[in-house]
């Protein structure tokens, strides 16, 4: 799963004008087993047709059939949730993309796709390198959304051969540690590459704990500040497994820079700053073109409310926040912006002021 995927998804879908049949935005998780989590959707799929009623009840049925088939007939072995995306009547429209990360079940029915959820897995789940280094070799792996899209190789060339036969063993090791340091470098040069590349702000380092302390000793400063964690152990249950750790290790760190970003926003609303809060300001700010980032609760109460400020944010290529569990966002509304700058009618008109409890600002 490429991040360019799920980013092409999101732009499509805020295109996707609205008609007289129904969207289903459906999303599906396996945690257990494919037939359990078939059915808990079946069971939602039936909850949610007793409310429908006529031509959207027909179509509906019909973009049921046709998310069934696909289950059926293009689940990939290690697919752990699915979003769907399906439309009949006269403006057809059907999308699907598979992770290898869980996901809420649920299905919304509106006259719009629903993109929230897809926002949140992005944010939750984006991009890192994962470093799995060995005196042998170094795995370099970029992953997105609980998968691996890149994959490189290195491996030390061979020396043991040539002790007795063309160098001494002191001319050997002194050889050796000079290749090991070459080894390193060229593995950060790699590493320092591919992240320059595609924008990744996040680095784990996990292999035998000699080689994980080399190589983290010798990144330079600027990948240093990147660096999430280290693992200092040969895995041995697996990729899978060491992928399931990482993924855990960036899922906290997200969290935590999710709670900073709330209190730079916190720090701009009381100082009358850059940042305001609540639902209506941060929409004039989005639509106004002076908003830097959306920083939303993932508990948002206003439901379509959420839906309205991400799609807008979306258009406007805003960044997009998600947070989860921040008692300081829910005091401030549960949802506000960063600026770029702060407009004149702004600094001269009404001030947001920072309240104990939840309001509009």
Sequence with gaps: MKVNSIKALIRKLVEVEPSKSPMLSCFVTFDSSRGEGLAKLDFEFQMVSRKLAGTWYEDFQKARTSINDY????????????????????????????????????????????IYPLIELKDNYHRFVIVITTEAEAQILETTIGSVTEEIMTARPELRNRIGREWTREHYRNHKHEREQQFIKEKIKIVEDLMKRRGHNHLIVAGSPKMVSRLTDALPHHLKNKLLSTMANNPTN????????????????????????VKIL?????????????????????????????????????????????????KFNIQIETVNDSPTLKRLGGVGCLLRYQPNFLKTGTKYVYRDSPSKY
């Design 71 to 114: 289950l059926k007939q293009n689940l990939k072995a290690d697919t752990q949730s699915v979003v769907i995306y399906a439309r009949a009547g006269k403006d057809p429209f059907f999308e699907a993309l598979q992770f290898k990360v869980p996901l809420l079940t649920e299905i919304i029915v509106d006259s719009l796709s629903h």
């Design 238 to 261: 697996g990729l899978g497994a060491l992928l399931r750790n990482c993924i855990l290790e960036f899922s906290t760190a997200e969290n935590l820079e999710s709670h900073d970003r």
């Design 266 to 314: 916190e720090s701009a609303v009381l100082s009358n700053g850059l940042g305001l809060t609540g639902f209506e300001p941060t929409k004039d700010a989005i639509t106004g073109g002076y908003a830097d980032m959306l920083i939303i609760d993932q508990d948002f109460s206003d439901f379509d409310g959420r839906e309205e400020l991400v799609r807008l944010a979306t």
